[in-house]
């Protein structure tokens, strides 16, 4: 008997509604969501999201779950083209900051390796954030040119990201088979939002 895959307005419906009060504040404090960003700005972009990008990397990887290793594998890649761009903008130096942000996280990594649902919300929150890049670049990529703004560009899309994120969707729809995943899923979906918020400065939501 075939089964149909999912449909990707169920399968996100209850983490976009955990998390759309936190998105929607997010983005009203991106730097680069103005049409003004420079790369300045981009910059203190990347700055913000390395050390959160590194936790969530981990949290992945500690998961068991190999459709979540192999993210946690391509955000290293991520991470890797975050940096060289810091490079080419001579802003590479915060070490100690992301340290300093690491040691104070959030226990992700500890509360994916116990429900996996958990890490699959967490995912969420990252795979998304790739759609969002994609369309940053999109906008500013022409006018901030000629730096390559290497992390907003794709990374292991053969497909493009919008194919990518339909394969997400899919898995992420597998794994979330009972309302206890729904729910674990939904809290690391949450988790991703409130760990990554006070990098842009925003507290207490």
Do not use: C
Not at 57 to 72: C, F, H, T, Y
Request: hydrophobic share 45%.
């Amino acid at each position: 008997m075939t089964t149909n895959p999912p449909d990707i307005a169920d399968v996100l419906r209850p983490l976009r509604t955990a998390t759309q009060a936190l998105h929607e504040a997010l983005d009203s404090r991106l730097p680069m969501a103005r049409d003004d960003a420079s790369l300045a700005d981009y910059a203190v972009h990347l700055h913000a999201l390395r050390p959160w990008l590194q936790v969530v990397r981990d949290a992945l990887a500690a998961s068991g779950v190999p459709g979540l290793e192999r993210i946690a594998r391509r955000t290293d890649r991520r991470l890797a083209a975050l940096a060289l761009d810091l490079d080419d903008l001579g802003a590479s130096n915060t070490g100690e900051q992301d340290s300093a942000f690491q040691s104070t996280a959030p226990g992700l990594a500890e509360e994916a390796a116990r429900d996996p649902a958990f890490a699959w919300g967490l995912a969420y929150v990252l795979e998304g954030s790739q759609l969002g890049g994609m369309a940053m670049h999109k906008r500013l990529g022409p006018r901030l040119a000629p730096h390559p703004m290497r992390y907003f560009q794709p990374v292991d899309a053969p497909g493009g990201v919008a194919a990518q994120w339909r394969e997400f969707v899919a898995q992420l729809g597998a794994a979330l088979v009972d309302p206890l995943a729904v729910d674990a899923a939904r809290r690391g979906a949450v988790a991703g939002f409130r760990s990554l918020m006070p990098r842009f400065g925003l507290q207490g939501l």
